[in-house]
């Protein structure tokens, strides 16, 4: 089994719509992270989260929330979709005792359309 | 503001030798890693520099400068599976990645 699943694999919604992604991880990890990516842009940092009751803002934090509901899960909700946040997104984590490290492990990934 | 400078693409033959630069200004400085990502694949770890210097991991080897903010990925005997996009990432205030090199290995 993966240690980091998203769920789900492909979305298709329509402007206005919320919706929500989830990510799950079995790794024991308590850092997590939600990236979207963009063809040429590389990985852009939405949120992440270093443990239940922490949350930070990445980059590019406007028109998305989210919620830490236990260590091993992270969501990313869009309370209002729109055409320019169809994307690749990518939930990742890290374990804080490997901070000299800074390893991190990616889901396969979520692709959204929003119409 | 901030920005990581890398590449958008390269070419190397089979059994070549190729390096990728990134450039960096960032917010804070911990650390530079870099990263590799397949074609409808997720990224994948490859090599992580907190401190000057080389760090070797087989065929991979990856350099940091950090009075230069530069540092580079060398990869080594390459393979047609090497054959991907490379991404450079430094943690910071948070963590920002570059654009990506897409490295295509020819035969």
């Known amino acids: 089994d993966a240690d980091v699943t998203q769920t789900p694999r492909n979305r298709i919604t329509k402007t206005g719509k919320r919706i929500m992604l989830e990510c799950s991880q079995t790794?024991?990890?308590?850092?997590m992270y939600w990236y979207r990516q963009d063809p040429g842009l590389g990985l852009r940092l939405i949120y992440y989260?270093?443990?239940?009751?922490?949350?930070n803002k990445g980059e590019i934090s406007d028109g998305y929330s989210v919620s830490r509901q236990a260590q091993a899960k992270f969501s990313l909700s869009l309370e209002s979709a729109i055409p320019n946040q169809t994307a690749l997104y990518f939930c990742a984590t890290s374990d804080q005792r490997d901070s000299y490290q800074e390893t991190q492990y990616f889901g396969p990934g979520t692709r959204l359309l929003v119409l | 503001g901030q920005s990581l400078e890398q590449p958008s693409e390269v070419t190397a033959v089979e059994g070549a030798i190729v390096q990728i630069n990134c450039t960096y200004q960032t917010s804070g400085f911990y650390g530079l890693s870099w990263y590799q990502q397949h074609d409808g694949g997720a990224p994948t770890f490859l090599s992580y520099?907190?401190?000057?210097g080389l760090e070797e991991t087989g065929r991979f080897s990856s350099f940091l400068s950090r009075s230069d903010s530069y540092g580079y990925l060398l990869l080594q005997e390459l393979q047609m599976k090497d054959s991907a996009s490379y991404f450079c990432?430094?943690?910071?205030?948070?963590?920002?990645f570059g654009a990506g090199t897409r490295l295509t290995v020819k035969p």
């Open positions: 790794k024991g990890h308590d850092r």
């Open positions: 989260s270093f443990d239940v009751k922490d949350i």
């Open positions: 990432a430094v943690r910071g205030n948070d963590m920002r």
């Open positions: 520099n907190a401190l000057d």
